[in-house]
Structure formats: structure tokens, C-alpha cells
């Protein structure tokens, strides 16, 4: 009986989410990080309203909170889009040519834009790195700013694993129509 909340949560997760294995629970995971930034992020904003009309003073420092929960929410959301393939194609060319050039140019594409995001998750790390060292902070709530950092990072490299995983899905799969 103690692990029926646990089945209950696997068959919610196996509902709503097409992937499988380990990636299925990572898109879970992101996805509820999202919602409850947001949900934190909708109940701040109530209350600065509520607080700068009804009682005359504002909540300090949600701007900055603003901010750093927006960036969360955005970059949770990254690899999930890219995993699902949600993002967005241009694909004027696929009906005029070959269903073997749309896999290649899949794989060719998935392969560039995964090594760019590497080299830009290396230049973010880098950023959070000097963030760190410098003790760089939000100007009000004095928040480190260098963890959000490593956070939109460690995103990026984890989106960049995902397209490099396509790649070489799409190389090793001769399903047509698979891109």
C-alpha cells in the first residue's frame, strides 16, 4: 500500500509523456519545475498588486525574482521541446526532395546545432564561473546570480545531448518519414 502514490505517479507520468525510459522523467521533472516556478511566479505577482494598491507598498525585489524564475521556466523548457521535436521546422523543400536528403539534412542539422550548443554552454559555464569568483549578486535581494547560470548551462548541455542523440538516432533508424 505505501508505494501506490509511486504507481500512481508512474502511470500519470506514462500517460501524458510519449518518451521513454530515463527521458520520460526528465521532461516530467522539468516540466513540474516549470509549473511550480510559474505557480510561484503568479502567486509574487498577485502580491505585489495586491500589495501596491491595496496596502500601499510593493513586494521588494520582484523584478529581480521575476527575472531569475522567467529564465528558469525558459530554459526547463528547452530540452523538453527539443526532446519532443516540438521546435519549430522549416520544411518548404521536404515534398520536392528525397525522403533520404530530409534524414540527412536531420542529421547534418541535429549534429551542428548540438555541438553549437555545446560551445554555448561552455561560454555560459564560463560566465557562471567568473560570477562566482567575482561574487556577482542581484542589486536588491542580493541573490548569487552565478547558480541561475550554471542552471541555463547545465540546460544547454543537456539540450545538446538530446540533438546529438537525434542525430544519431536518425543515422541509425531507416524509418521514412523520421526526421
Known sequence: MRFMPLTKLSTLVNVHHSEFGVAKW????????SAVVLFALMLLTCSDVVGRYALGNSVNGTTELTELALGIIVF???????????????????????????RFSALVINTCVGI?????????????????????????????VAYFVQFISIMMYVTAAILIYRALRDLLTRNKGRV
Open 26 to 33: 526528465v521532461t516530467f521533472i522539468l516540466e513540474l519545475v
Open 76 to 102: 526547463c523548457q528547452v530540452p523538453v521541446i527539443t526532446l519532443a521535436g516540438s521546435n519549430v521546422v522549416v520544411d518548404i523543400l521536404d515534398r520536392v526532395l528525397p525522403d533520404w536528403f530530409a
Open 116 to 144: 553549437g550548443f555545446v560551445f554555448i554552454a561552455d561560454r555560459i559555464w564560463f560566465q557562471a564561473a567568473r560570477s562566482l569568483r567575482r561574487g556577482v549578486v542581484t542589486e536588491f535581494l542580493l541573490i548569487p
